[in-house]
């Protein structure tokens, strides 16, 4: 099973707005073009990796068009960088030079993202990266399960797109989850005669099986139960088939549990809170299982080893 | 007509017996054990790194989360997570060796034995040039803040240590977390302290107002970042003026800095040299862009050498 290995070449580069919006509820979708420096960065960046942005310069918007439950968070002041995954990398090649474009999906959540709603077209931020280890593609691999709970669609979206690039005989279904309809991050379309549809799949020809916890969109329960009820009666070949998951601990260690007991390969991208993104801080750490009981906690980085691991090496719960 | 040439700025300044190429330091803590930086910047052009605490047996650290950010500054509670001296000496030292900047290792224990045991692997080797004690880590049930905030502990830690140092220069890294960070400081010069370093992270707790439990699984953790630089200023003065400067000892000061002319108030204030922390996690290239800024400055105040700012405050 071969694992794509960090890029040797991150660094700090300059990106400018291209666009910056609502697309629901409170989830917004920034485009950056990155400056000739990023372009070459981040056009080997794969998906599950993610980079630092700088958005402590970033304006914080007027407090009336701050939502009332963040006016608190929004006067805070910030120092360290935050880290964003992609939910898409593109090349353009233009007669002024090739250059790579980032889509980020952002839920405003706290102070920086208050601040990030505030970035206009031509704004440049700074950003460090790219970050990390992303997913990986064990060979021979017929099935992808794609699994995403909440805020841990961006990186779903973009292996989505990814593998109808690269390994368009894989066969792909997507499993999305989310608290109820508002906690979805994409563009949804309701109405239509499946009743409600997640564009970003529909345009990639992906079939979707969709639940909510108060059932407000698709099933009632968890997307585990759904990815479960799938494994159960499609019963594919478990040697060529991959889950990959992002979202909640809660959902990953489900994912690891199922992925055992079905034996199939599974990766999850896990979440930490992180200062230097670069694995100098050591903050993000992430708990990992040891052969012996006895011996005292191992630990992997999220952001240097991570944040894409082996689901069988994890031990989940560990962050409060 | 001749344009008056540039005057050229001296940045070398001694510390503790060495001769460093300028007073800037990467912290303990906040610039891995060698190599991690060097993507983003030379890291020869830097003064001084100080690596992260290596203990005698490898440490996992604290559970997450292991920090939490705070207006201007952040808490860290990482519990003195390192490779542990022997795995330090195969994979560290071998690059340390290929780098022409100076290199203290952080030194922590649990037991004033261990802080020796780990001293006298390390004192040998040719790629360290010296010591910085860390009797100051609030983030450890045992060692760390427990020796650092008792003058007679500090002492006896101190002068056993620097019978192990040699003659490599022993730093004392002190805790602001006491009464009188002066008596600390006399106390680790009497136990034979080179230099001291000063200051590390402030005790601190952030609770998370919906669970009513602190944020770190630590519960507290050492603040850092802007919000305590004007207290860090104001102890390396403190420290300058009570201890160190009637006993001919320097200081290395740091606390928040972030610019050069963070730097500058430390210089000023009595440190011979800075050291940059937090910034890093920021801008990993932080103490290259302050050490261009205190060229800079020194040029702009017709400042020959840097070592004139050491202790100028009026």
């Known amino acids: ?320 | 007509m001749d344009r008056p040439s540039e005057s050229s700025v001296c940045l070398s300044v001694s510390f503790a017996g060495l001769t460093l190429s300028n007073p800037v330091f990467l912290a303990s803590g906040t610039s891995g054990y060698a190599d991690e930086l060097g993507e983003f910047m030379n890291l020869d052009t830097i003064g001084g790194l100080i690596t992260k605490s290596i203990t005698l047996l490898p440490r996992p650290g604290n559970s997450t989360p292991r920090i939490v950010e705070t207006d201007a500054g952040m808490l860290n509670a990482i519990g003195l997570a390192n490779i542990g001296v022997e795995v330090f000496i195969q994979e560290k030292v071998p690059i340390l060796e290929s780098l022409q900047t100076t290199v203290f290792v952080n030194v922590a224990g649990q037991s004033i034995s261990e802080y020796l045991a780990v001293i006298d692997r390390l004192a040998p080797l040719k790629a360290i040039d010296g010591f910085e004690l860390n009797i100051s880590c609030p983030n450890v049930k045992e060692g760390g803040i427990t020796f650092g905030t008792d003058p007679a502990q500090v002492e006896q830690i101190t002068r056993q240590a620097k019978k192990s140092s040699g003659s490599k220069p022993l730093m004392v890294k002190l805790t602001p977390s006491v009464t009188d960070i002066a008596v600390t400081a006399r106390a680790a010069i009497e136990g034979g302290a080179d230099a001291l370093s000063l200051v590390n992270t402030f005790t601190a707790m952030v609770i998370d107002i919906e669970s009513r439990k602190p944020v770190l699984a630590n519960r507290t953790g050492g603040l850092s970042g802007p919000a305590i630089k004007p207290i860090a200023v104001y102890l390396v003065h403190k420290v300058y003026t009570e201890a160190a400067r009637p006993a001919g000892i320097p200081l290395l000061g740091m606390g928040g800095i972030r610019t050069a002319s963070d730097a500058v108030e430390f210089l000023l204030a009595g440190a011979s040299a800075v050291a940059v922390g937090t910034a890093t996690f920021v801008q990993p290239d932080a103490a290259a862009r302050i050490l261009a800024g205190l060229e800079t400055y020194c040029r702009e105040h017709h400042i020959s050498h840097i070592s004139e700012l050491t202790g100028g405050l009026q």
């Not at chain 1, 981040?42 to 993610?50: D, L, V």
């Not at chain 1, 005989?169 to 309809?181: P, Y």
């Not at chain 1, 916890?213 to 099933?219: F, I, L, T």
Request: charged share 20%; aromatic share 8%.
């Open chain 1, 1 to 320: 099973m071969k694992r794509e290995t960090a890029p040797d070449s991150k660094g700090i580069a300059l990106a400018s707005v291209l666009s910056n919006r609502p697309i629901r509820s409170n989830f917004w979708k920034l485009l950056l073009k990155l400056d000739a420096k990023g372009s070459r960065l981040f056009s080997k960046a794969i998906p599950g990796q993610f980079a630092e942005f700088d958005v402590s310069s970033v304006s914080v918007p007027p407090q009336e068009v701050i939502p009332e439950n963040l006016r608190d968070q929004a006067s805070r002041t910030i120092l360290l960088r935050r880290p964003f995954s992609f939910s898409d990398i593109s090349i353009t090649y233009s007669i002024e030079g090739t250059y790579v474009t980032l889509e980020i999906i952002y839920r405003v959540l706290g102070p920086a993202t208050i601040r990030m709603t505030s970035l206009k077209t031509n704004d440049v931020i700074s950003i460090l990266g790219p970050l990390g280890n992303g997913f990986w593609y064990p060979e021979p691999m017929k099935h992808a399960l794609l699994v995403t709970g909440g805020m841990g669609a961006p990186p779903i979206l973009h292996l989505a797109s990814f593998l109808k690039r690269q390994y368009s005989s894989v066969e792909t279904v997507a499993f999305v989850g989310a608290r109820s309809l508002d906690f979805l991050p994409f563009e949804v379309k309701i109405g239509n005669k499946t009743g409600l549809a997640l564009e970003e799949f529909e345009c990639l020809n992906i079939p979707v099986c969709l639940a909510t916890d108060d059932g407000s969109a698709g099933r009632k329960g968890f997307i585990t139960e759904l990815l479960e009820e799938w494994l159960r009666t499609h019963t594919p070949p478990v040697k060529q088939t991959v889950i990959y998951a992002c979202g909640p601990e809660a959902m990953l260690a489900a994912c690891a549990d199922i992925a055992q007991r079905y034996q199939i390969h599974c990766q999850v991208s896990m979440e930490r809170m992180m200062a230097c993104g670069i694995g100098i801080c050591q903050s993000c750490a992430v708990q990992i299982r040891t052969l012996n009981p006895d011996q005292s906690p191992l630990y992997r980085l999220c952001c240097k080893d991570g944040p894409v691991f082996d689901s069988q090496t994890v031990i989940f719960g560990e962050n409060r």
